[in-house]
Each structure stands twice: as structure tokens, then as C-alpha cells.
């Protein structure tokens, strides 16, 4: 069984160096928009939510959005 791995890991950093690529990415995950983040979270409930076969608790399905009013 061959135990070494085909990628190479990243060099580990230290020092100032390390601080800055740390600061930029805080910066540029904090520069996302509070809409986007919340667009992207709606879009990604509405596409879970569309899997019939996905595991765990279902949603309860709203009674005035049901077609059917005998249900």
C-alpha cells in the first residue's frame, strides 16, 4: 500500500508573512455582502429542500401553500 500522498502539502508559514495572509483572507471573507450571503442561502434551501431522497427531518409543508384543499 502506498502510504505517500500525489499533492504536496502547502509550506507552512510563520511570522509577518503569516499575519498577512491571514489578515487578507478575514478581509476578504468579511467584504461578502449580508444580502449575497442570504441570497445564497435561500438559493441553497430551495434546492435542498427539492430533494425528495435527502436524509434527516423534513420540513412541514405550509397548509395555504398546498394546492390540494383537501389536505
Same mark, same amino acid.
Given at each position: 500500500?502506498?502510504?505517500?500522498?500525489?499533492?504536496?502539502?502547502?509550506?507552512?508559514?510563520?511570522?509577518?508573512?503569516?499575519?498577512?495572509?491571514?489578515? %487578507?483572507?478575514?478581509?476578504? +471573507?468579511? !467584504?461578502? @455582502?449580508?444580502?449575497?450571503?442570504?441570497? /445564497?442561502?435561500? %438559493?441553497?434551501?430551495?434546492? +435542498?429542500? !427539492?430533494? @425528495?431522497?435527502?436524509?434527516?427531518?423534513? /420540513?412541514?409543508?405550509?397548509?395555504?401553500?398546498?394546492?390540494?384543499?383537501?389536505?
Amino acid at each position: 500500500m502506498n502510504t505517500e500522498t500525489s499533492t504536496s502539502l502547502p509550506e507552512c508559514i510563520e511570522g509577518p508573512e503569516a499575519f498577512q495572509s491571514f489578515d %487578507a483572507l478575514v478581509d476578504s +471573507v468579511l !467584504a461578502v @455582502p449580508r444580502s449575497t450571503l442570504v441570497r /445564497r442561502e435561500r %438559493a441553497y434551501r430551495k434546492k +435542498v429542500e !427539492a430533494n @425528495p431522497k435527502r436524509r434527516g427531518p423534513k /420540513r412541514k409543508v405550509d397548509p395555504s401553500a398546498c394546492p390540494d384543499p383537501a389536505v
